[in-house]
């Protein structure tokens, strides 16, 4: 129940597990940002790279989609940029930790994944907010081919996080939500500032 209250806080826009970017609030923003999602999704073979760490790799296009994410919600292009750059190191730098420890989404994991949330949509209480974004695309079955690309990244970080989660309140029984909040904001910095991103 948990773990699908916190996807559906996330799952109407691009990216999930890092848990850095929310559903917009307004329907006619998550329109806009819906629109966006739906024409990237039709050009999404562009591999020119804006960055590299040590074992990740930013492309443009993600750069740019996040961009738009912050821009769209109002923000400034010079600080969306770099909210965009901060949150795309945040996530790749996760997604190369998630490998390394073995973590992975295959594709009856993804399809049943996106069953439990096609589901959970269809009660939940932002549910205007998931239409708003479906709406933009071709169909509801293109949404949800693109949710599914989108997952096979997101879900292994997902589970690393959960993962990690559990772990540390085991380690840490009397612990409180803020304290893991913390620790988690602290890990996932320390990961990012060891790839050493530098732009091209």
Known sequence: MKKMRYVLMIAAVFVLA????WALADPSVNAKWGK???ESAQNNDKKDIYAVGKTATIYVSDIEKAERYYTISGMSEQDAHEMAYEFCKEKEALYQEAVR?????TKEEIQEYLSELKTAVDTAANSAD???V?????SEEKYWEYLGEVYQKDLPIQKMN?????EFFERNAEATE????????EWKKSLT??????RH
């Open 36 to 38: 966006y999602l739906a």
């Open 193 to 198: 500032e060891a790839e050493h991103f530098e």
């Open 162 to 166: 959960q993962d990690k989660e559990k």
């Open 178 to 185: 803020e304290q893991w909040q913390a620790h988690f904001t």
């Open 18 to 21: 890092a848990g850095s970017i």
């Open 130 to 132: 998931f239409r708003a």
């Open 134 to 138: 479906m709406e933009q695309f071709e």
């Open 101 to 105: 420890l073995g973590y992975s989404a």
